[in-house]
């Protein structure tokens, strides 16, 4: 059954009784029930969870006000406190890695650890550009010659699945998030960090986990899956409760 946490503006669904001692972060167009496999079996060996859908996705109104990873991370601390009764491992797949990793970074008393999968924490060296019509336009409405009209029709055709899918407030707060990078976020960690990546991982590849490891101070460890993609949650899920014992221990 959902519970609502911060005055409303989070739900999420806890497995076992309080104390929780893990939140699950999911990642972008995804909800917390992704975590459910996993949060079943901790919630055997008598750990309890709570797995929130982020605001905009799931049960969870969209947030007022756009902002990325960084914006999202001040909503979910209250949260936190508010649930916690000691640091907390965060669980974040894909962009909720992201999310878990700017409030351990600026809240390090409510983080034990952090277990973190096929986040996109650094940017990826861009190997191919857009098309050239897209690029023409683009560039034509920065200099107010394309129509806002025209753009978002080039957006539309260019753009990913992600952001096409997206709309109002939640399209801006997409933008924003795929325009971050977490270098410095990474970099004040002082939590342990477990990174666990599916080896076919094509949005997300091993590579970006690596690059991410480079800036890392704190304890960390990065272990690859063999056949799985991005989803590990839902591709891995015994995996990941390995990983989050270890986070515990």
Known sequence: MLSAYGDGKVFGEP??????RVVWLHGWARQGHDFAS?????????????????PGFGS??????????RSYAQMIVPVLREIADEPLVLVGHSRGGCIATVIAATN???????????????????????????????SMHAKGLVSPQKMESARRRHGSSDYRNASGIMRDVFVMMVN???????ARVQAPIYMVWGQDDHEVPVEVAKKAGV?????????????????VPLEAPSDLVQTVLEALA
Do not use: C, M, N
């Open 15 to 20: 497995y076992g009784q309080s104390p929780y």
């Open 38 to 54: 996993s949060a079943i079996g901790l919630a055997a060996l008598g750990i309890s969870s709570v797995a929130l859908d982020l």
């Open 60 to 69: 969870s109104p969209a947030p007022t006000v756009a902002g990325g990873a």
């Open 108 to 138: 390090p008393e409510l983080v034990k650890s952090l277990v973190i999968t096929g986040s996109p924490l650094v940017r990826r060296e861009v190997t191919s550009k857009s098309p050239l019509r897209y690029r023409l336009t683009r």
């Open 180 to 186: 971050e990078s977490y270098e410095s976020e990474l």
């Open 215 to 231: 800036f890392i101070k704190s304890p960390h460890s990065l272990r690859v899956l063999d056949e799985v993609g991005h989803l």
